[in-house]
């Protein structure tokens, strides 16, 4: 998650901290949302992933990985993914 993020803001010349917030619903530049082939955020495309296995009940675990903050560890979690990779900056 937290590298589709990191790849949305680089490809605007963004500079950010790893473990700065990235908005689920993605980043609004000149009153338009910032996308990679309809990819808002990271959080965005594991909900969509999420929503496709559901819809064809396949019996699967998602890992989310490079989680960068809580917030993006609670949005997630509200995702409905299995397992994620979570830094120990994160965790305490």
Do not use: C, W
């Not at 680089?10 to 009153?31: C, N």
């Not at 338009?32 to 495309?45: R, Y």
């Amino acid at each position: 998650a937290g590298r589709i993020d990191d790849f949305l803001r680089k490809k605007i010349g963004m500079t950010f901290e790893k473990e700065d917030y990235y908005p689920e619903e993605g980043l609004v530049i000149d009153e338009k949302v910032l996308n990679d082939d309809g990819i808002v955020s990271g959080v965005d495309l594991v909900a969509s992933i999420k929503e496709i296995l559901d819809n064809f009940n396949f019996d699967t675990e998602i890992i989310a990985a490079s989680v960068r903050n809580a917030r993006q560890v609670r949005e997630l979690a509200e995702v409905g993914v299995h397992i994620a990779t979570i830094p120990f900056s994160v965790i305490k």
